[in-house]
């Protein structure tokens, strides 16, 4: 899976000399949590997020007048809170390594870009997304979260072993387990009965570390 295929295309954007108010508010309207920054050439020069502009929002505990508040944050514009050094991808990228790139920079989004033209925006919630589907939390059945030695062969022994018991493998997902010596492994399977199938699993030297129906 590529970038391409679950970013957000044409993103809401805004100029830089954008306030502070007018951000907030087409972030409010465009249900959105952060903006690429535009300039006049329509290049890309910054990210704000709504935390960003938050931040700089006056406390409710100010001194200041209704008035004067209001005139000072009129004067504050997107250029002085975003982000310049705007972290990027591309279309092509794996989506995993958008994801790492996201986790290891300690961002929630990364514009996409095509040369030097925005193209698109990939954020967490289109993550968190993905983790439902390849996870299956939106389907029916028997969820296995299973303790697999790290051997070759060993995903290959288990769909046979569902396939050969009618059952049916709606999702399957892989993750480091306890030391290198084996895999974590969650899958959900549907049209098998969980008491038939897990003996079935447990003669290939897998322990079961959870089973439930879902």
């Not at 957000?8 to 249900?31: Q, W, Y």
């Not at 794996?94 to 929630?108: L, N, W």
């Not at 046979?160 to 959900?188: C, H, W, Y």
Request: hydrophobic residues 45%; proline residues 5%.
């Amino acid at each position: 899976m590529l970038v391409r295929e679950r970013m957000t295309h044409n993103p809401v954007t805004i100029r830089d000399g954008t306030s502070l108010f007018d951000a907030l508010k087409i972030m409010r309207e465009s249900k959105v949590r952060r903006l690429p920054v535009l300039d006049k050439k329509g290049m890309l020069v910054g990210i704000v997020s709504e935390k960003d502009l938050l931040y700089a929002s006056p406390s409710p505990a100010t001194s200041l007048s209704v008035w004067e508040v209001n005139y000072l944050v009129s004067k504050i514009s997107v250029s002085e809170l975003m982000t310049r050094k705007v972290i990027t991808t591309c279309e092509d990228c794996p989506i995993e390594e958008a994801a790492r790139i996201m986790v290891d920079s300690k961002i929630g989004g990364l514009p996409v870009v095509r040369g030097d033209k925005l193209v698109g925006i990939i954020t967490e919630t289109d993550l968190f997304k993905i983790f439902l589907e390849l996870l299956g939390a939106r389907e029916q059945g028997v969820r296995f979260t299973l303790l697999v030695p790290e051997k070759p062969g060993m995903l290959a022994a288990m769909t046979q072993r569902v396939a050969q018991m009618g059952g049916n493998i709606v999702a399957l997902g892989t993750f480091l387990g306890e030391d290198p010596s084996n895999r974590l492994i969650t899958m959900k399977v549907r049209d098998v009965d969980k008491d038939e199938l897990w003996p079935k699993l447990e003669e290939l030297g897998i322990k079961l570390v959870d089973v439930r129906e879902t």
